[in-house]
T-cell receptor, first 114, second 109 residues
């Protein structure tokens, strides 16, 4: 059973470009979460999605950031007009349901904005 | 909102026991999770406590006291491979996790 997959693993963008981060949850998992981690810091919740629905986006910046989890295909975190402050590791996690505090994390995408 | 406090760093020798404390302030508490993260790696799930008491899983144990808004992770028989960052995380209403700032554990020979 493949784990959570994220791509790309490393992404370099110049200021003003768009970044698209992809996440495929574990097989059988319908809940996807995105977190951002700055160096030497904890993970900060961004958004929680189920298929075709955004359940909680309270951690998403109001501008430039969007997320989707379509009926078919991976979840996408999109950052428009990136700035240097967007440089971070972005982790995706999935879970089968709401029962426990157990989430399975992908390897992350390291975004560097130059 | 939620806030969690845990020590920033702990150093111990191989074979020792380390306890990482976590205190939290939250609304709508459901449970406390612990995750391990090696440098450059992804967080991996260690334990989840929804009820008061001690949960043991091999060399690692986790404790929760809901009345004290407090929990801890106990690492026994420390090994070099246990050098990593350990995060407590609160599961509140909804499914999202709120993470503490992490405790960096350094195991020395």
């Amino acid at each position: 059973n493949a784990g959570v997959m994220q791509n790309p693993r490393h992404l370099v963008r110049r200021r003003g470009q768009e970044a698209r981060l992809r996440c495929s949850p574990m097989k059988g998992h319908s809940h996807v979460y995105w977190y951002r981690q700055l160096p030497e810091e904890g993970l900060k919740f961004m958004v929680y999605l189920q298929k075709e629905n955004i359940i909680d986006e309270s951690g998403m910046p109001k501008e430039r950031f969007s997320a989707e989890f379509p009926k078919e295909g991976p979840s996408i975190l999109r950052i428009q007009q990136v700035v240097r402050g967007d440089s971070a590791a972005y982790f995706c996690a999935s879970s089968p349901g709401q029962g426990t505090g157990e989430q399975y994390f992908g390897p992350g995408t390291r975004l560097t904005v130059t | 909102g939620q806030s969690l406090e845990q020590p920033s760093e702990v150093t111990a020798v191989e074979g020792a026991i380390v306890q990482i404390n976590c205190t939290y302030q939250t609304s709508g508490f459901y449970g406390l999770s612990w995750y391990q993260q090696h440098d450059g790696g992804a967080p991996t799930f260690l334990s989840y406590n929804a009820l008061d008491g001690l949960e043991e899983t091999g060399r690692f144990s986790s404790f929760l006291s809901r009345s004290d808004s407090y929990g801890y992770l106990l690492l026994q028989e420390l090994q070099m491979k246990d050098s990593a960052s350990y995060f407590c995380a609160v599961k509140a209403a909804g499914n999202k996790l709120t993470f503490g700032g992490g405790t960096r554990v350094l195991v020395k020979p």
